[in-house]
């Protein structure tokens, strides 16, 4: 894309309601706009990240064996009333009356819809073990809403729901999610660490929330410091596997690491001094196991191998995907602006033009921004006739993770510049070699 046709609206100055650096950034680099005190419209450049993230997360529920389907915003009072949440959700829920009197409301989460779909078409164990899933906008009403997507009232999310025979086939569902969810955050560039945490309104016995580490996190969090050396890196998984998926589990889980609800300050001093942690963490997911809640409430049976009607036991799992664009800027930021990590970045590269209008500078540049995109990149090229500072100033607020600025006393030399925004370091290249080394750098993502 060239600058010149792309619609960015940058803003020089912080608008006041921005209170933590990734609204600040998200306002500033032309990300998001507000619409309504906690709802945002997604600008182009914001829409890509969002849409990065999204391909992301339903890429990783499918390779997890997981259905995606699309559930409606807007629900049946009727079925929260079977499972007996309708009024005791609280005044989060946006309830709705239609032209006919009908109570609808606009939905925080989908474990009554998921139900009604699943007992009006699965009736035998043999049926089982199913995980559906979508990615689809929800809204609570929060009385605060604040920090932009952070804490906003309308997110976009993605909510699976897991549907086994019995206990221990749910909780093989459990560890799926869980494996599935380290494997969602590493592509994006995030440490995001599984805490045991609090079920809240949704229910269950057994839950863990992935929360990134950043100051300005809503939940206090404690921890082993040995937690953070854990990766899947390259480690194929079998999610056909049980056994493989309660080994990297236990992995992930042996270390000491809750949130401010389940903090245990006697079995947190049992970890060696040294490693102790205490920080603040941005929840972006939390995986819930609840057995038959909402199967008994709602008449969710299937017949089992014995012949006999069971409740189908069930877990429930989400990822805040809006949210994530927030965390992530969190995680990962400078003085400057944002600092996208590969996986998420809108634009692969970004191509700046020292001199406009210069015939050689032009056609090196326009050379450098075909190659790209000969080999399926997206390059982002500042073709417009500002000064370099300007320019770079841009680069540095929107983040791309790396540049390659093209100058006639470079090209005197036969070289480009190419910079990693992360690191600030830069080399010397000649252009098609500085094309080769972003395809190879993007060949791993």
């Known amino acids: 894309m060239r600058l010149t046709r792309y619609f960015l609206p940058v803003l020089k100055e912080t608008p006041a309601e921005a209170q933590i650096v990734s609204h600040r950034y998200m306002l500033r680099a032309g990300l998001i706009k507000q619409a309504a005190v906690g709802i945002y419209s ?168 992935f929360l990134v580490l950043a100051e300005t996190g809503e939940s206090e969090v404690f921890y082993d410091s040995a937690i953070l050396d854990l990766q899947l890196a390259d480690r194929v998984v079998n999610y056909e596997d049980p056994n493989q998926l309660k080994e990297i589990v236990s992995e992930w889980t042996a270390p000491y690491a809750r949130t401010d609800e389940t903090h245990d300050p006697a079995l947190f001093n049992e970890v060696p001094e040294e490693r102790r942690r205490s920080s603040r963490g941005i929840e972006v997911g939390q995986i819930f196991y609840f057995g038959t809640k909402y199967s ?57 033009n020292l001199r406009q209008g210069d015939a050689e500078t032009d056609a090196a540049c326009a050379g450098i921004y075909a190659g790209l995109q000969a080999l399926g990149l997206d390059p982002l090229y500042d073709d417009r006739n500002e000064r370099a500072g300007a320019k770079f100033a841009t680069m540095d607020l929107i983040g791309l993770p790396w540049r390659i600025t093209v100058g006639p006393k470079g090209l005197k030399n036969g070289v480009v510049e190419l910079v990693s925004r992360r690191t600030g370091e830069s080399e010397e290249l000649p252009p098609e070699q500085a094309v080769e080394k972003i395809a190879r750098i993007y060949a791993y993502i």
């Open 42 to 209: 997604w600008l182009p450049l914001g829409l890509k990240v969002l849409r990065n993230i999204e391909r992301i997360v339903d890429e990783e529920q499918q390779k997890a064996g997981h259905i995606p389907l699309l559930m409606p915003t807007l629900q049946s009072a009727d079925l929260w009333r079977e499972s007996g949440r309708y009024e005791a959700y609280g005044e989060e829920m946006l309830r709705i009356k239609d032209r006919h009197g009908r109570d609808l409301l606009y939905g925080p989460t989908n474990e009554e819809m998921i139900t009604d779909i699943f007992r009006s078409y699965v009736s035998s164990y043999r049926d089982l073990p199913k995980t559906l899933y979508h990615i689809q906008w929800k809204f609570r009403d929060e009385m605060r809403p604040r920090f932009g997507v952070m804490r906003g009232r309308e997110f976009l999310m993605k909510d699976g729901y897991n549907f086994d025979v019995d206990r221990e086939s749910a909780l093989e569902a459990y560890d799926r999610h869980m494996v599935s969810y380290l494997r969602t955050y590493e592509r994006m560039g995030l440490k995001a660490i599984p805490m045991r945490a609090d079920s809240g309104p949704i229910g269950g016995e057994n839950t863990h929330e």
């Open 296 to 352: 008994e409430a709602m008449g969710a049976t299937v017949t089992n191998a014995e012949g006999q009607r069971v409740p189908v036991e069930m877990g429930s799992h989400g990822i805040g995907v809006s949210r994530l664009v927030g965390a992530i800027i969190e995680a990962s930021h400078d003085e400057k602006g944002i600092i996208w990590p590969e996986g998420v970045t809108p634009f692969h590269v970004g191509i700046v």
